[in-house]
């Protein structure tokens, strides 16, 4: 691969490809309050989850005072005993661990009541987010489709909903525990002892600063492993798509040379961030157990003086350790927040995209169109500083057949665009039996237009599918005759299994030019009153073509047809050829009158054959 192939924007997280762990919301606090405004159907749901989280914590919170309860029955059983003075009370043991027994068990109960719940709303949502970006695709402007890569879009509905997702079930979850945990446990910490307290608070600033130096430093090498994943996994996918051009060019050792480089820097950034991040551990349990020994040590002084039960010391051991943690975890989920607001954001976002006007008031009828089109004084450009399309005028009678011919970048599938209002012309207008389209609901207007590309497109399923695309409700003798009058169904007997063959993902296990005759079959059943046939029979051999033409020629009968062509010898029998040059009209007629003109035409059609004697 080149390298300006490697660089190419887009290419080096691949498609798919989307938001990496780290990456941050343009607008942080405007994400999560659109969020939060965006999921106030589930507000129920959600108080709920606040409820039995916080519950399941607090039954959590009281059972460690409860077991202390235990200790200190069995110390104060053991020094009766060796006095002479009694003996453990097993009873009293007992029914303090059967209130131990039910506390967990219903914190344990309120915790499996709140994932249901919680998973439930975050599932809820990303099936309402991908329904809603399904719908908005059907709505938005061609030209965003055209300014984007194919895997930028899919991650929306792919990645980053599922980041949004997960990390929204993980964090907010985590959110209320952790919080919960540590006021919880920060005021049975004061209840038990103010000055063993003030000593295990201590340990937060170093415990703050170590995390805070830990986070710092593994962030930027978990981005950039991020950034080396994305690259490597375009680098093989480029790669693998491409290997027969890689071979052919001999291009291996430099393929396998940039691969090395991409994959060097992967290793690097992923044993430091790995093993950075790894240390935040070891380094937490050794603050931790000093202040274990601190607490130990207090706690030890104040119970021989009485100040405290020998159980508060273990119970305020176990409080110290479950208020260390909820630090870690709150510092871990500010970085999932910041994953879960960057994912909504972009999914916000492309939601908030500017739509295409799908209906307007008072649409016109497309029942009993004849097909006759007319554009008039026609003025378009991509961008508004640079027109491309300059006062095109040209009145096509209904079932005629024109033909657009011109050098590339001339306009002629821009022409099909704008008939079909995938863009709106600048100026001027565009009529459809005197109708100007712009009074035309997109969808019934689109209806109105049978459509045969250059570029194939079949989805994974069985050629019967494949054809009745064009038309849902045709029955299966329907989508035949549609196959035999595209010259298709003589080759679709012969594959193994038929019109019940399935095709693969790319619809590779047929040949293009099978492809082809496919999706021309597809168009013949969806019977449209206007074709628009882009280079159709560019991918068929030289027999195929004719047969393909003669099914054309019997089709566009009665039809209105736009045939955009290249390839000039398949356009001798149209009614009308446009001949365009730079977005103008610049010659008109019939194959022999323009020949006989001996314009531009002719240079064109002259200069074919030249170049294929």
């Known amino acids: 691969m080149s390298q300006e192939t490697r660089r190419r924007p887009g290419m080096g997280r691949g498609p798919g490809a989307g938001m990496m762990p780290g990456e ?78 039910g506390i967990y068990l219903a914190s344990a109960l309120f915790n499996f009541i709140q994932g249901f719940l919680m998973t439930g709303v975050t599932q809820k949502l990303s099936y309402r987010m991908r329904r809603e970006i399904s719908e908005k695709i059907n709505r938005m402007p061609m030209k965003y489709f055209e300014s984007r890569t194919v895997g930028e879009v899919l991650s929306r509905i792919t990645n980053d909903v599922d980041t949004l997702g997960m990390s929204l079930n993980q964090s907010i979850t985590q959110l209320i525990t952790s919080i919960t945990m540590m006021v919880g446990v920060l005021i049975m910490m004061l209840s038990i002892s103010p000055l063993m307290t003030l000593i295990a608070l201590v340990i937060l600033p170093i415990s703050g600063g170590l995390i805070g130096v830990t986070v710092k430093h593994s962030q930027k090498y978990f981005i950039q492993q ?119 954001e972009r999914v916000f976002e492309f939601l908030e995209e500017e739509e295409e006007d799908q209906t307007v008031e008072n649409p016109v009828s497309v029942k009993g169109l004849t097909g006759a089109v007319e554009f008039s004084h026609v003025h378009f450009g991509y961008t508004p500083d640079k027109i491309i399309i300059n006062d095109f005028s040209c009145s096509v009678k209904p079932g005629q057949t024109v033909a657009i011919v011109g050098p590339t970048g001339a306009g002629k599938t821009t022409m099909v665009k704008l008939l079909m209002r995938f863009y709106d012309v600048n100026s001027g207008s565009i009529c459809l039996d005197g109708h100007d389209i712009r009074r035309f609901n997109r969808g019934e207007l689109r209806q109105m237009f049978g459509m045969v590309l250059q570029d194939t497109w079949l989805f994974k399923g069985t050629i019967m599918e494949n054809i009745r695309y064009g038309r849902l409700e045709a029955t299966d003798d329907e989508v035949i005759a549609a196959a035999r009058a595209a010259h298709a169904d003589r080759f679709i007997r012969t594959l193994p299994g038929g019109y019940q063959m399935e095709l693969n993902e790319d619809a590779t296990n047929v040949s293009q030019g099978q492809k082809q005759l496919l999706t021309i079959a597809r168009a013949i059943l969806a019977d449209s009153p206007i074709m628009i046939l882009d280079e159709a029979t560019s991918s068929v051999d030289t027999r195929t073509e004719i047969q393909i033409q003669k099914a054309m020629n019997n089709l566009m009968k009665g039809r209105t047809s736009f045939v955009i062509a290249h390839r000039l010898s398949t356009i001798r029998d149209a009614d009308v050829i446009l001949v365009m040059k730079d977005g103008d009209i610049v010659e008109q007629g019939t194959h022999g009158e323009l020949l006989a003109k001996g314009g531009f035409y002719a240079q064109l059609y002259n200069s074919q054959f030249e170049r294929t004697a």
């Open 226 to 344: 991020q950034t080396s994943l994305g690259e490597i996994n375009g680098q093989v996918e480029e790669t693998y798509s491409g290997h027969s051009v890689v071979r052919a060019f001999n291009r291996e050792e430099e393929t396998e040379r940039a691969f090395d480089e991409t994959n060097e820097k992967l290793f690097e950034s992923a044993w430091k961030s790995q093993f950075i991040s790894g240390m935040m551990q070891p380094i937490m349990t050794f603050v931790g157990n000093l202040g274990y020994v601190a607490v130990a040590v207090s706690g030890s002084m104040l119970a021989i003086r009485g100040a405290i039960e020998v159980g508060d010391i273990q119970a305020f051991i176990q409080y110290v350790r479950n208020f260390t943690q909820p630090i870690t975890q709150i510092a871990q989920v500010s970085n999932m927040l910041q994953s879960t607001a960057a994912a909504a």
């Open 24 to 101: 941050k919301a343009r607008d942080f606090k405007g994400t999560v309050k659109k969020l939060f405004s965006y999921m106030g159907r589930y507000r129920i749901a959600l108080a709920a989850v606040l409820v039995f989280a916080v519950g399941s914590t607090l039954f959590n919170i009281v059972g460690p005072k409860v077991l202390s309860k235990v200790t200190t029955e069995l110390f104060n059983g053991l020094v009766a005993k060796v006095g002479g003075n009694g003996g453990i009370d097993f009873v009293k043991i007992g029914q303090i661990l059967l209130w131990l027994l």
